[in-house]
């Protein structure tokens, strides 16, 4: 680990290691540069065109299966980036990212299909709550994100943010 990234800080209410607050900070950078590119640029709204209609964007010369493949590549970058992030704090193991796949499943399903914003807000704040739910009841806390999953579900067929077909 670097020099400048050991050690902690005391914020007054908990101790917070260097580390966690540099993975925290580059983590919100990833995110909100993938947010931005994904919703506010050209190569966003192709992307977001190709999903919905790929014929339509073929049609227009912008090549659908390489965009799709450099998309697929990036989400593994985003993968390895997190693995990265992730190998000081905990164990590094093949296996390592599986037991949070269906937790992401349901945090994609609660923000609403489509919506990068709902599963951003969505996860930030399912994250708060497992937490807490580990604090005051832990007996809940491995079932409290599919509870939530269930009662939106009924609620709001399509997610928090996402739109109705």
């Known amino acids: 680990m670097p020099e400048l990234l050991e050690g902690a800080t005391n ?74 992030l992730a190998a000081p704090v905990i164990q590094v193991t093949p296996l390592m990212g599986s037991n949070l796949i269906i937790v992401v499943f349901a945090v994609v399903v609660i923000g609403g299909m489509g919506s990068i914003l709902g599963s951003i807000l969505t996860g930030l704040a399912l994250g708060i709550i ?19 999953m269930a009662i939106v579900l009924m609620i709001r067929p399509a997610g928090l943010f996402g739109k109705e077909k």
Not at 130 to 148: D, Q, R
């Open 11 to 84: 914020l007054g209410f908990m101790v917070l290691p260097n580390y966690r607050a540099w993975v925290v900070f580059a983590s919100l950078t990833v995110c909100l540069g993938t947010w931005f590119l994904i919703e506010r640029t050209r190569l966003g709204a192709y992307l977001r065109a190709g999903t919905e209609n790929p014929a339509l964007v073929q049609a227009f010369g912008i090549n659908v299966p390489v965009m799709v493949m450099l998309t697929y590549g990036g989400g593994c970058a985003l993968a390895a980036f997190a693995g990265v």
């Open 130 to 148: 497992e937490g807490l739910t580990k604090v005051f009841y832990p007996e809940a806390s491995s079932i409290v994100v599919f509870v939530i």
